[in-house]
């Protein structure tokens, strides 16, 4: 296990410090699949939709060409934690930035009331929707990974019909519905649905593992996960 720690993706970006090359890459991947957190948290700061796309897209262009990545501690590797402290350093800098312009006759990004529809338009913390909108990405990629799986098995059809058990349990009718669709047994319909839900785990612990140090984070994360999805269960 801890062999695998060491050629994550995030382990060679820390082990690179900004050089070029497969660092460059894997950091590009990580930032590609964990875009929507960083929206979302922007959009519950209260943002406008279009002032949130911009300041998401110049975060990443900041984090990647000034390798703040570099200043990262491979003791605390989690990549989840620290691209959201580093937004929220970069926010606090843009909004300082905006309002010199703004006494400077240039426009302020404009914010939205909250009842507006931006991700986790409530009570919710912006944290918490970060945390909520990773989980969802986690489970996106391992989700992108099963099917490419399912159609190098030649199993397609199989995995788009149950593609929606694997999260929530469905009930008897269901169940009975799609093996019929199948032309399967209920018992073989039952077996198939097992061993993607724990495919689909093993895929979730691997992508979390592309973004921690060791076992002790993989497990912190994990339990994040567990926590931010639960109230959509």
Known sequence: MMGRFETTRWSVVLRARGEAGEARAALEQLCRTYRPPVLAFVLRRGYAADAAEDLTQAFFARFLERAWYSAADPQRGRFRSFLLTALKRF????????????????????????????????????????????????????????????????????????????VERPDEAEYARAAEDLRLRRNTLAVAVHRLRHRLRDLVREELMETTSNRMELEEELRTLRGSMRPLT
């Open 91 to 166: 926010l606090i800098d843009s909004d300082a930035e905006a309002a010199t312009l703004k006494r400077g006759g240039g426009v302020r990004f404009e914010l939205l009331d909250d009842d507006t529809g931006c991700a986790g338009a409530n009570d919710e913390a912006p944290d918490a929707v970060f945390e909520r909108e990773w989980a969802h990405a986690v489970l996106k990629a391992a989700f992108a990974r099963l099917r490419v799986e399912a159609e190098q098995a030649g199993k397609l059809e199989l995995f788009q019909r149950l593609a929606e058990f694997l």
